[in-house]
């Protein structure tokens, strides 16, 4: 059985302009700060099943703010 990968979404801080599409399409992977910007819920790692989510929620990030990486 091949071993199963573990991601992690990734927020960068300096880009993330509060434009909430991440929450709106993966709300358990992310959390919004008082501003409305996100930052990965706990150590961002992805739950099994949601990785389309993150993925999708990578590529729908206006400012390129968000990456999906492995753990």
Same mark, same amino acid.
């Given at each position: 059985m /091949?071993?199963q990968? =573990? *991601?992690? =979404? =990734?927020?960068d /801080?300096?880009l $993330?302009?509060g434009?909430?599409r991440c929450?709106?399409?993966? /709300?358990? *992977?992310?959390? *919004?700060?008082e %501003?409305?910007?996100?930052?990965?819920v706990g150590?961002?790692?992805v739950p099994?099943? *949601?990785?389309?989510? &993150?993925?999708?929620?990578? &590529?729908n $990030?206006p400012? %390129?703010?968000?990456? =999906?990486v492995q &753990?």
């Amino acid at each position: 059985m /091949p071993e199963q990968k =573990v *991601l992690q =979404v =990734v927020v960068d /801080p300096a880009l $993330c302009q509060g434009h909430n599409r991440c929450k709106a399409i993966a /709300p358990k *992977l992310f959390e *919004l700060d008082e %501003f409305g910007h996100a930052h990965a819920v706990g150590d961002g790692t992805v739950p099994a099943g *949601l990785e389309d989510k &993150a993925r999708l929620a990578e &590529a729908n $990030c206006p400012e %390129f703010a968000i990456k =999906v990486v492995q &753990a």
